[in-house]
């Protein structure tokens, strides 16, 4: 484990579930837990969607279904140029270089997945700092079950992590292209779920297959939903909590 | 509605589940209700697998399930052929054919597409009749929410049922070929959950998407699982009995 250290910035509660901000070498992230829980109980990271951040309500909704239904902690990172961090000169260029595509009607797929990889070229060891730093706290600790879900650039960022990570043994991924992190799910071996969007405009469905199929796991479901690449329906996210929940066990059963 | 008569022939109660055998008109059937529950309850019909029969685990145990878990009744029927209903000529005819391929490695797909197609029509007619009769008896009613649910010949069988039936407002289907069933889902327009497995031996990925893909339906969802043909796993019947509490409500919240 590194010495990186977490610092908390801020503390809240509402509603049964209590928010910590926190720094982890210069990393803004958020930690939610239960206001009144178990001494110790497991951890999911979450990663955030392209252009968003680390409390867009995509997020805070999945943790409190996550803190209040099953009694774990969330942890979220601000990733590279997003949230509170600020916008290197590449991301800049790389984000008006999107707009245009998108001003012109052309496909954005291979600027994102240019982006999204050199994004989590960088998020990487910042994960393994946060993590290392998050099992040193008591609630948390060194040996209980660590789970990530991203969807969109959460995977982009979240596959090459989790192929590295022992420690996280369960996931939900979905909607990114396979052309830089097919053969990163080839190492991965543990239980997944993977939502694509039957129609989406972006990822075509060979693509969005092709990644679901690169996963070594064992067990591993494909949720696909007719739609556009926004219309993720909701009921996914309730569905993702009790993969979870699966795995991981309950200890707060009921809420969610 | 026809004329045809529900008949009751036996009646049990286990663990809060009151379980009705019946006839309409000679086809036997068997209804799992609420031993103590509301007035009305949604219906949700189910078709077992080839080879099976109404009583069969899978049956009794989704039928639990819906009755515990949601407060619904369900329906099965014995298939033509099957459970306690005499096989005709042409079902040993079709079963020997079957064997004879599986014993000698050969695709056993055309021929389970021919049979369930014969055995289809026949039942459509008997699972009109029997919802005409269900929906007499007073805590069902005509008014309330139907729902189908069948895998494997369960599919094949239903497609075709619920491509006419406009009193079935959401199904779930899965694990069947493409051939005479794509043309009836295009009909359909209701929310659909549809299992697939992804390794299946005998459904290329190919044919069981094709089906998905024919649903006519906004809201349709897929759930593909790592795993052979008889693999399918569990969760995916409580995954089944969340979608018909998505749609219908749950009368009895809490113990699905």
Redo the contacts between chains.
């Keep these: 484990m590194s010495s990186t250290i977490l610092r908390f910035t801020a503390e809240s509660t509402t509603n049964g579930v209590r928010e910590r901000d926190f720094t982890v070498g210069g990393v803004p992230g958020v930690l939610w837990s239960p206001a009144v829980g178990p001494e110790r109980a497991p951890l999911v990271l979450m990663g955030h969607g392209g252009g968003n951040h680390k409390k867009h309500p995509a997020m805070t909704g999945r943790a409190r279904r996550l803190v209040l239904g099953c009694g774990y902690h969330v942890a979220v990172l601000d990733a590279p140029g997003h949230g509170d961090r600020p916008r290197s000169e590449h991301d800049e260029a790389e984000i008006a270089v999107m707009q245009e595509a998108m001003a012109a009607g052309k496909p954005v797929g291979p600027i994102v997945v240019r982006y999204n990889d050199h994004l989590a070229e960088l998020s990487l060891p910042e994960w393994q700092s946060t993590l290392d730093a998050l099992q040193r706290l008591p609630e948390i600790g060194a040996d209980g079950p660590v789970g990530y879900w991203g969807i969109n650039m959460g995977t982009a960022i979240g596959i090459p992590f989790v192929a590295v990570e022992p420690r996280i043994t369960a996931a939900v991924f979905g909607q990114h292209w396979p052309d830089t992190l097919a053969d990163k799910a080839r190492r991965i071996t543990i239980p997944v779920e993977y939502d694509l969007q039957?129609d989406d405009e972006h990822i075509s469905r060979e693509a969005g297959?092709a990644l679901?199929?690169a996963f070594a796991?064992?067990?591993?479901?494909?949720?696909?939903?007719?739609g556009r690449h926004k219309e993720l329906?909701r009921?996914e996210a309730d569905?993702a909590v009790r993969f979870f929940a699966?795995h991981f066990g309950r200890a707060n059963a009921g809420a969610a």
Tied chains: 1, 2.
Aim: net charge positive.
């Design positions: 039957w297959l679901f199929d796991s064992k067990e591993k479901t494909l949720h696909a939903n007719a329906p009921f569905s699966r």
